[in-house]
């Protein structure tokens, strides 16, 4: 019985050991920091949900990093997860982004 305690023991720790390895936390700057925009947006081009900080917000085809509070609600917004989702929604309409 203690032998397999032991082992239980062993292995519990050398799974912990190795998932710290195999999973290491993601750097700082992933997270979100304070004032970053963390509500979610649908990219315009795959669909996916993203939090605004992670993404590219075009603001009548202007890059913002954060929307104001002076921002027209009627302002053409559009939301990609990345620069080549970008490219890609503009390339599918034929417009340069
Ligand atoms: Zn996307």
């Known amino acids: 019985m203690f032998a397999f305690i032991i082992n239980v023991i062993i292995i519990l720790i050398v799974m912990k050991v190795f998932f710290k390895f195999m999973y290491p936390k993601p750097p700082k700057a992933f997270f979100a920091q304070a004032?970053?925009?963390?509500?979610?947006?649908?990219?315009?081009?795959?669909g996916h949900e993203l939090a605004t900080y992670r993404g590219i917000l075009l603001v009548d085809g202007v890059e913002v990093t954060?929307?104001?509070?002076d921002t027209p609600d009627t302002a053409n917004e559009l939301f990609f997860c990345n620069d080549e989702h970008r490219q890609g929604f503009f390339a599918e309409r034929g417009e340069k982004g």
Do not use: E, P, W
């Open 35 to 46: 004032g970053d925009d963390t509500s979610l947006r649908r990219c315009a081009h795959c």
């Open 66 to 69: 954060k929307k104001t509070d």
